[in-house]
């Protein structure tokens, strides 16, 4: 199975600043015949479902706004907020989808300072 | 409007069984693949059980394998997840959760309910 370890486990940023979070996966997810990384971002808010944010570790979905981005190939991957908002305290998931069983991070929990 | 909605959460006690149901609306069902995707209280998100659209492929996490069982009715637009042999450990939310599918048995997650609990206590 892949493992999927993210630094840190919480951050406190002030309103405006920018949250950086990592993600590390124990095997490549690089697809070498297509050259893409099989890497999602989701954010979960208190008492919600997660929220796909990014695909292929670095498309944004549909209407996500674009201070979220994220970058990264192989193993090391990362998941910035430009400039944080009030409501984009959560915690954050990635997930790798390269092969089965499909493993999550453990969560990036990010809120105000 | 596109959702999944699931139901049949509760309290069983330990050995118990019970029938997870996902209620799909707004899309063409039998064309996605589909998955259950659990978090224990207070903790991360666990994949347990995909199937693909024609419920052709049918994969379980080892944690769940030869207790919980997964199926469809693309009638019905439902998704099942039936639990037998439960365990404390089994203790979660449970969401319902649509794949985009990028490879046989994987996919990302592009549309998910809001849950159902399932509690294992006695």
């Known amino acids: 199975d892949i493992v999927m370890t993210q630094s840190p486990d919480s951050l406190a940023v002030s309103l405006g600043e920018r949250a950086t979070i990592n993600c590390r996966s124990s095997?490549?997810?690089?697809?070498?015949?297509?050259?893409?990384?099989?890497l999602a971002w989701y954010q979960q808010k208190p008492g919600q479902p997660p929220k796909l944010l990014i695909s292929?570790?670095?498309t944004r979905e549909s209407g996500v706004p674009d201070r979220f981005s994220g970058s990264g190939s192989g193993t090391d991957f990362t998941l910035t907020i430009s400039s944080l908002q009030a409501e984009d305290v959560a915690v954050y998931y990635c997930?790798?989808?390269?092969?089965?069983?499909?493993?999550f991070g453990g969560g990036t929990k990010v809120e105000i300072k | 409007e596109v959702q999944l909605v699931e139901s049949g959460g509760g309290l069983v006690q330990p050995g118990g069984s019970l029938r997870l149901s996902c209620a799909a609306s707004?899309?063409?069902?039998?064309?996605?693949?589909m998955n259950w995707v659990r978090q224990a209280p207070g903790k991360g998100l666990e994949w347990v059980s995909y199937?693909?659209?024609?419920?052709?492929?049918?994969y379980y996490a080892d944690s769940v394998k030869g207790r919980f069982t997964l199926s469809r009715d693309n009638a019905k637009n439902s998704l099942h997840l039936q639990m037998n042999s439960l365990r404390d450990e089994d203790t979660a939310v449970y969401y319902c959760?649509?794949?985009?599918?990028?490879?046989?048995?994987?996919?990302?997650?592009?549309?998910w309910g809001r849950g159902t609990l399932v509690t294992v206590s006695s």
């Open positions: 959760a649509r794949a985009t599918v990028t490879g046989v048995g994987r996919g990302y997650f592009d549309l």
């Open positions: 707004g899309f063409t069902f039998s064309s996605y693949s």
């Open positions: 997930q790798q989808y390269y092969s089965s069983p499909l493993t």
């Open positions: 095997q490549s997810v690089l697809y070498s015949s297509n050259n893409k990384n099989y």
């Open positions: 199937s693909s659209g024609s419920s052709s492929n049918i």
């Open positions: 292929w570790a670095s």
